[in-house]
């Protein structure tokens, strides 16, 4: 019984999902409500998956540890076709961050993430999931990213275009891997001291 009832209710959610009007909201989080070192719990509605975070001063931080011999990712289920992230982030101390999706098949295999680091971003397309993880640079701005400061990003998935907009910059890229349902979206930081506020998801609008 409680398999039919987990089957009937993804159903419905992706039913629901289909039926969301392009644009329409999945969630806002301002990461306003301050919160200790938190590792592998829920954080201001979202999930501490890997590494270390925290909330404090209006802005969500995500520190690599040692230990877990792999970068910090905090997540958040989506079920979406198109999808529009919308953030702002700082890098601080950290080697990297990247935004990254994972698409629905089970246990969400990686898809594609933007990349940000001091000397400019770039985009990947990925497959697989833990050691099985394929990944491959398909477009690449030099730029330089004060890390001081913070910076507004948008990054736009519909079909198989990906779009990113930091700051003032465009990047874009296409893949069909890009097409496919996306089930997951990661907050992601290698090393220490990076930042994310003002985190937003949308179901992406109609195709330009």
């Not at 990297?96 to 098949?105: E, H, Q, S």
């Not at 491959?136 to 519909?158: G, N, Q, S, Y």
């Given at each position: 019984?409680?398999?039919l009832?987990a089957?009937?209710?993804s159903?419905?959610?992706?039913c ?5 009007p ?10 306003d ?20 975070w925290s909330?404090k001063d209006?802005?969500?931080?995500g ?11 905090c997540?958040?289920?989506v ?6 992230i ?19 098949v089970?246990?969400n ?13 770039w985009?990947t ?8 993880t ?9 730029t330089?990213?004060?890390?001081a400061?913070?910076?507004?990003v ?11 907009r ?20 990661a907050l ?7 930042a ?11 195709a330009?």
């Amino acid at each position: 019984m409680r398999l039919l009832l987990a089957f009937l209710s993804s159903v419905v959610a992706a039913c629901a999902a289909e039926s969301a009007p392009p644009g329409s909201l999945i969630v806002s989080t301002p990461f306003d409500q301050p919160q200790g070192p938190t590792r592998k719990k829920p954080i201001n509605g979202w999930n501490a998956a890997i590494g270390e975070w925290s909330v404090k001063d209006g802005a969500l931080f995500g520190d690599e540890l040692k230990e877990d011999n792999h970068h910090s990712s905090c997540t958040y289920k989506v079920d979406a076709g198109g999808i529009v992230i919308q953030a702002q982030f700082r890098l601080g101390g950290a080697q990297y961050l990247a935004f990254g999706c994972r698409d629905t098949v089970a246990p969400n295999l990686h898809l594609g993430r933007t990349f940000v680091s001091k000397d400019g971003f770039w985009i990947t397309h990925m497959s697989g999931i833990s050691k099985t993880t394929k990944s491959t640079k398909i477009a690449e701005l030099k730029t330089p990213i004060d890390p001081a400061k913070w910076h507004d990003v948008r990054i736009e998935i519909v079909g198989e275009k990906y779009r990113v907009r930091l700051d003032d910059k465009e990047l874009e890229a296409a893949h069909p891997r890009f097409k496919d349902r996306k089930g997951l979206v990661a907050l992601i930081t290698k090393g220490q001291g990076a930042a994310f506020r003002q985190v937003t998801l949308n179901h992406a609008p109609e195709a330009r």
